[in-house]
């Protein structure tokens, strides 16, 4: 297992990542689900610290084997196997999230996160067996510093602490230490990541919880149109929906990123947050669920925390893509405004009433509008 060139050309994503990626729609749509009912239940609060905890795991997992394949993917036999123990980890994570995220049970999470670290950790081994002298020292320090954290998080299980304050505290710690893995592995030597394939890879899991966002939301309406015939309160969220969707895929691709990942610097600071990308985008899907169940009546909250549930991540998610992503590649005041000024606007929509969804929406749109017109100016040299 030799490290692949970061100037490779035609570096693409593989059937076999594509498959990886797949496999982890489960647990968003887990994550997802449970965010809809703590908040159409009145439980907001507690529903997005326990999904931001239970996505920071999906994500990581992910972050974990994306950043890997990206300098040693060999796609030979035993590389397929040992990824396929690592989505066998995924889906046991996948059937502990609602346990995780209602009760704070992490048993069956961390059970899940053991099987995908034993695989992650002999690949690491394996890169180290087959490399020298620097790039030999980070394998082994990313195959040591994932066992220790992972020995952190089974430690945590051990803790007997009624008011869950001092598991809390380990959780927290723990994140951390995992966060710093990478940046001690690599202190002195980078790993050969590719820069366009991470663009790609980080592109792709992006249209995936967005597409889940989709998914989630078409289920609620058919079923909210089955049970209470309800077309014309479920019509403004449906549009406002895809509307928000749309445009938010349309402003993450409307560059391309991988001519600013020229250093780990750059691309730790994108790739970490896209944490907030990823949540945002999925949560969108858990919000336009509450929308449609307070519209017919199932959600017991106001019409202000559903149209919330809706426009607090959608404008999250804009002002993230425009902080790691868009603004880098700005040309004057009146392009860097549109998207902060786009989601000040969004968060104002909470308060459109039945409204807010499709106000939101429309906002959204015009926002591609805008940055579209103002992209085609043409450069005007001194």
Known sequence: MNARSRAERHRASTPLELFFDLCFVVAVAQAGGRLLHAVAEGHAVTGIVSYA???FAIWWAWVNFTWFAS??????T????????????????????????????WTVGVVGYVV???ALTSQWLR???????AERRVALRYAVGISVVQFGWIGMLLLTDDTGAA????????????????????????????????????????????????????????????????????????????LIVFSAWWIYFAVPIHDY?????????????????????AAIGSGLEVAVEEAVGKAHVSDTVAAAAVTVPSALFLLTVWALHTRH????????????????????????????????????????????????????TV
Request: charge should be negative.
């Open 53 to 55: 905890a239970v996505f």
């Open 71 to 76: 300098a040693y993917d060999t796609d030979d």
């Open 78 to 105: 035993l590389y397929r196997v040992v990824t396929f123990v690592q989505i066998t980890g995924v889906l046991i994570f996948a059937a502990g999230v609602p346990r995780a995220f209602d009760a704070g049970d």
């Open 116 to 118: 995908m670290r034993l």
């Open 127 to 133: 890169a180290a067996y087959y490399a020298r002298g």
């Open 167 to 242: 598991r809390a505290a380990v959780f927290v710690v723990l994140v951390l230490a995992e966060m710093s893995v990478p940046a001690i592995a690599e202190r002195d030597r980078p790993t050969s990541w590719h820069p366009h394939h991470i663009g790609e890879r980080y592109g792709l899991f992006t249209i995936i919880v967005l597409g889940e966002t989709i998914a989630a939301a078409t289920v609620a309406v058919q079923e909210a149109l089955d049970e209470h015939q309800a077309f014309g309160e479920l019509l403004p969220i449906a549009a406002g929906g895809l």
């Open 261 to 281: 990942l020229r250093g780990s610097r750059e691309a730790f600071v994108w790739g970490y947050g896209h944490y907030l990308i990823f949540g945002s985008a």
């Open 329 to 380: 590649f700005k040309r004057d005041l009146a392009e860097q405004l549109s998207l902060p000024v786009a989601a000040l606007a969004i968060l104002a929509c909470t308060f459109a009433g039945e409204w807010a969804v499709l106000a939101a929406g429309l906002v959204a749109a015009a926002t591609v509008a805008v940055g579209v017109t103002l992209s085609r100016r043409p450069t005007v």
